[in-house]
């Protein structure tokens, strides 16, 4: 099975674990990270790095908050010392595609990427101008 991991700034990761969970159910394999106002940047780094290293897998699927922030920056130097998959700009229709799509086997990660990428493009919508296309 995937391992998620949802990091973020403060608590978006919980949050969105927390209304995933909502939907789904409780959850396994999901670890979240927050990187609080004033914590150390670089054991934040650290605690994620070790993680990787304590799971031991290729199937390591990494959700950040938004490409170019702390969290985002952390895993981006994580690419060069463990073998996961990240994507920035996390989203509850993403984050609910890849539990429920982290179970079949035999998954390929790079499919796994994919699909969630194109869920979460899909999820935002402007609710105005499709209601009003419709009418």
Do not use: W
């Not at 993680?51 to 950040?64: D, H």
């Not at 509850?92 to 079949?104: G, I, Q, S, V, W």
């Amino acid at each position: 099975m995937v391992e998620i991991f949802l990091i973020s700034h403060e608590d978006v990761s919980v949050s969105l674990l927390q209304s995933a969970e909502l939907i789904l159910g409780t959850q396994k394999n999901v670890y979240t990270y927050s990187l609080k106002r004033g914590e150390d940047v670089e054991a934040f780094g650290e605690k994620i790095s070790k993680k990787i290293e304590e799971l031991k897998t290729e199937k390591i699927l990494i959700l950040t908050d938004m490409f170019g922030g702390t969290p985002s920056n952390i895993v981006a130097a994580n690419l060069k010392k463990h073998d996961f998959k990240c994507i920035t700009g996390m989203n509850l229709p993403m984050l609910l595609d890849a539990l429920l799509l982290r179970k079949n086997e035999p998954l390929e990660m790079e499919q796994l990427v994919e699909q969630c990428l194109k869920t979460g493009k899909e999820g935002i919508i402007d609710i105005e101008k499709m209601i009003s296309e419709k009418n």
